[in-house]
């Protein structure tokens, strides 16, 4: 399996709702990040922690990581039409790398 | 500040053609990177940059694939001859640190179509 996998692969939801994705790694590392594709689009940058931080917010997104269980999770609250997109965490490794090692993604769809 | 930027945007070729891509880091960022979604899967790295040099391109899939980044600055990636595998969104990143914990600026990628 992938460094890097999030689940759900789907999720589904009314606007309003709340949208959590979670994202699981394998090795030790310095900092995870989640990006958001919209389709046929490029890669936007969302939030960032490290590997010392336990909770992270902006804006209507608040991150977790679980260092000891290698995982993460993306929120969004109070979710819009515009939030439809693919969600993607990113992971480099402690060992100073410079890849970062993506997973499928979690396609997230809005219904108005 | 402009960001990465990377063209064209789009571009639909025949399976055998050859297709250019490319790619401009932010001014000052030494470290340029590719990579590539195939359709529905993993953002996987190709390759990586310091300067005008390869530091690592262990993810290029075959030698259908050539990346250049002559004189340091923009980089161009060439898929020669063009497979219908190769079909995908190409992204570019750059970044001021070698190490990842800098984080990355991404490109808004380009997808490919190869017919």
């Known amino acids: 399996s992938q460094q890097g996998e999030e689940d759900p692969q789907a999720l589904s939801i009314q606007e309003g709702e709340n949208a959590t994705m979670n994202c699981s790694y394998k090795?030790?590392?310095?900092?995870l990040q989640w990006y958001r594709q919209n389709s046929g689009r490029g890669l936007v940058h969302l939030i960032l922690?490290?590997?010392?931080?336990r909770e992270k917010h902006s804006g209507r997104l608040r991150v977790t990581l679980d260092t000891s269980k290698k995982s993460s999770s993306l929120l969004i609250t109070a979710s819009r039409a515009a939030d439809t997109a693919s969600y993607f965490c990113a992971t480099d490794a402690t060992s100073g790398t410079y890849k970062y090692i993506f997973g499928t993604g979690t396609r997230l769809k809005v219904l108005a | 500040e402009a960001g990465v930027t990377q063209f064209p945007s789009h571009s639909v070729i025949e399976k055998g053609q050859t297709v250019t891509l490319r790619c401009d880091p932010i001014s000052g960022h030494d470290n340029l990177y590719w990579y590539r979604r195939v359709m529905g899967k993993e953002i996987k790295f190709l390759l990586h940059f310091v300067k005008e040099s390869k530091q690592d391109e262990s993810g290029m899939p075959n030698n259908r694939f050539l990346a250049e980044r002559t004189g340091g600055t923009y980089s161009t990636l060439k898929v020669q001859p063009a497979e219908l595998e190769d079909s995908g969104v190409y992204f570019c990143?750059?970044?001021?640190?070698?190490?990842?914990?800098?984080?990355?600026?991404f490109g808004s990628g380009t997808r490919l179509t190869v017919v």
């Open positions: 090795t030790s590392i310095n900092n």
């Open positions: 990143a750059s970044s001021l640190s070698e190490t990842a914990a800098s984080g990355y600026t």
């Open positions: 922690i490290r590997s010392n931080e």
